[in-house]
């Protein structure tokens, strides 16, 4: 199994909580399209911190090919856009168990 971890700071201080659910929509939509995935999750950080993230990806995978063919799947790449345009830094992790 791997696990995909991403960690978003959304760039609109007055939208963030709008800009959050966007992208929690967005994500959570994936789940069942992408061959491979078996979790996916969204959620938004609840505390105020300089060194926090606003936004947390945390998603399965059955295995390296898998995550592999979510990176390029078109629903995702999709998504992609549609989140770089709401955020002004990303953090990743993948890791396999």
């Known amino acids: 199994m791997v696990k995909h971890i991403v960690m978003w700071r959304l760039k ?4 963030k909580t709008a800009d959050a659910i966007r992208i929690k929509s967005l994500l959570e939509g994936l789940a ?4 491979g995935m078996t979790h996916i999750e969204v959620g938004s950080n609840f505390l105020t911190d ?3 993230s ?3 990806l ?3 995978f059955v295995d390296r090919d898998a995550l592999d ?4 799947h078109p629903l995702h790449l999709s998504v992609v856009l549609q989140v770089k345009e ?5 953090r990743v992790v993948d890791y396999q168990c």
């Open 12 to 15: 609109n201080e007055s939208a």
């Open 32 to 35: 069942g399209q992408i061959p």
């Open 50 to 52: 300089t060194n926090s």
């Open 54 to 56: 606003d936004v947390v």
């Open 58 to 60: 945390y998603s399965e």
């Open 69 to 72: 063919g979510y990176q390029q």
């Open 86 to 90: 709401l955020v002004s830094e990303r």
